[in-house]
């Protein structure tokens, strides 16, 4: 059985162990892992060692779709803005801002 994740219409990765791509898939999709861990597998893993680019990807099993990455495949991180100094500001992936509890 031939499983395979496809970006654009094009095979990424294929497998025929049984196993490897539902939980690749699962990882991508942002099942497996959140937050930050998911953030860190997208940037250092999954663009640069396995070739996927931010946007939906889909699973197939012997030419059937299986599933897709819906809205949340391969997923931009959320970005944070900081003041780095006078004109100049850093752009940061890893920090995570949330509302004040109690502050309704």
């Known amino acids: 059985m031939k499983q395979e994740i496809r970006q654009n219409g094009k095979t990424v990765l294929y497998s025929e162990d049984g196993c490897s791509i ?6 991508l999709v942002g099942k497996n892992l959140k937050g930050r861990e998911y953030s860190d597998y997208i940037a250092l893993v999954a663009i640069p060692d396995m070739g996927f680019t931010y946007g939906k990807i889909a699973y197939y099993s012997d030419g059937n779709l299986i599933a897709t990455g819906g809205n949340q495949a391969i997923t ?6 900081i003041a780095a100094g006078p004109g100049r500001v850093a ?14």
Do not use: T
């Open 22 to 27: 539902p939980m690749i898939f699962n990882n």
């Open 76 to 81: 931009f991180p959320p970005l944070c803005f």
């Open 91 to 104: 752009i940061r992936p890893d920090f995570y801002f949330y509302p004040p509890v109690g502050k309704d």
